[in-house]
């Protein structure tokens, strides 16, 4: 599964808070919500470097899915946390592109380490019918730059 550490290389941050929606009747991070807030941080690292998924629909046909997450969770996220969910790019394959995420409590040293981790297969396809398709310049150059491994 996934290691307590991160991966070597940079990282996007993407800040977030937990809010009572957010939670369960035991005032915890309820565990779905932790996809939600992978998926913002994903689309929000794309736009950070300036390519959008917008602009990779309208350019090249193409979108990003979720081929496979795996989810280890360590500690909840509570009521009123701040939240960094911090995105690695693992690899970029053919047509894939893996990612390390991890969610951490803002201001937490490194020690006490993540409240959860997933670790995302996404699959380029063509969005009408949606059969694989190579990851798009200038996308593939951008994520393999920032690739750990």
């Not at 599964?1 to 991070?29: C, I, N, Q, W």
Request: with cysteine.
């Amino acid at each position: 599964m996934t290691s307590k550490l991160p991966p070597p290389g940079p990282a996007h941050r993407y800040p977030l808070r937990v809010y009572f929606e957010d939670t369960d009747a035991g005032g915890m991070a309820y565990h779905a919500n932790y996809l939600r807030w992978a998926e913002r941080a994903r689309t929000e690292s794309l736009r950070a470097i300036g390519l959008p998924h917008q602009m990779m629909i309208e350019l090249h046909d193409s979108i990003l899915v979720v081929r496979r997450i795996e989810v280890e969770y360590w500690r909840p996220a509570r009521l009123d946390d701040a939240i960094v969910v911090e995105t690695r790019v693992v690899a970029v394959r053919g047509v894939t592109l893996v990612l390390d995420q991890r969610m951490l409590r803002e201001g937490e040293g490194v020690g006490e380490g993540p409240l959860a981790a997933l670790r995302v297969e996404l699959a380029c396809v063509d969005r009408h019918g949606l059969r694989p398709k190579r990851i798009p310049e200038p996308w593939r150059s951008a994520l393999s730059g920032s690739a750990t491994g």
